[in-house]
Structure formats: structure tokens, C-alpha cells
Nanobody, 124 residues
């Protein structure tokens, strides 16, 4: 399974960006796709996840109400719509695939498939 993230860039506080994660290969090996982010000097953290086959997404508390994760199975693509961006959202964003159930989606170790990062920089 291969994942490729794109859509990062420069934004000002309050702006919106949409990240995309294109999934290819044996997608049947994936139960869910997650987004993680790593800010400069900080550890990578969970952002959001969605079941590849449907269901209620999962969000990290700091992005609830601002970020929306969605998927288009016809395009094998997962999106992260980021609204009302804040400077603290500045980070490299990674998409990752997991075979784990919902209770494991926050755990990086449960994601064997990773895309490269896409950088989001939000200025104040």
C-alpha cells in the first residue's frame, strides 16, 4: 500500500487549506486512514482518522470543529479540510494507513503504511 500526501502550503491565520492523501496498491489491507502532524521540535501527534469503509471519523480535540476528514473511495483519496487555521497548526502533515480498529487509530505504531509529509505553515 502506498500513500501520497499533498496540498500543504502557506496560509494566514483564519485561512483554509485542504490536504489530500492518495492511496494506491492493495487498499483492502487498510481499515482506516489517519492524519498525523509533527510541528518543529515536537513529537508527531494524531490529528484525525476515518474508516475506509465508512463510519464516524475520529478527531484530536484541538482540531474538532475546524478540521474535517473525508474520503472519496472512487478516487482512493482521503481529504483533510482545515478551516480557521491557527499558527499552532504549523507542522508537517502525514497520512497513514492502519489495519487497526477505532480504538487504535491514535497510535502511530498501529500504522504500517505512511506517506511522505506535506508542510503546512500558518502565519499570524
Amino acid at each position: 500500500v502506498q500513500l501520497q500526501a499533498s496540498g500543504g502550503g502557506l496560509a494566514q491565520a483564519g485561512d483554509s487549506l485542504r490536504l489530500s492523501c492518495a492511496v494506491s496498491g492493495h487498499t483492502s489491507n487498510i481499515y482506516a486512514v489517519s492524519w498525523f502532524r509533527q510541528a518543529p521540535g515536537k513529537e508527531r501527534e494524531f490529528v484525525a482518522a476515518i474508516n475506509w469503509r465508512g463510519g464516524i471519523p475520529l478527531y484530536e480535540d484541538s482540531v474538532k470543529g475546524r478540521f474535517t476528514i473525508s474520503k472519496d473511495n472512487s478516487k482512493n483519496t482521503v481529504y483533510l479540510q482545515m478551516n480557521f487555521l491557527k499558527p499552532e497548526d504549523t507542522a508537517a502533515y502525514y497520512c497513514a494507513g492502519t489495519r487497526g480498529v477505532r480504538s487504535t487509530w491514535r497510535a502511530q505504531a498501529q500504522h504500517p503504511y505512511w506517506g511522505q509529509g506535506t508542510l503546512v505553515t500558518v502565519s499570524s
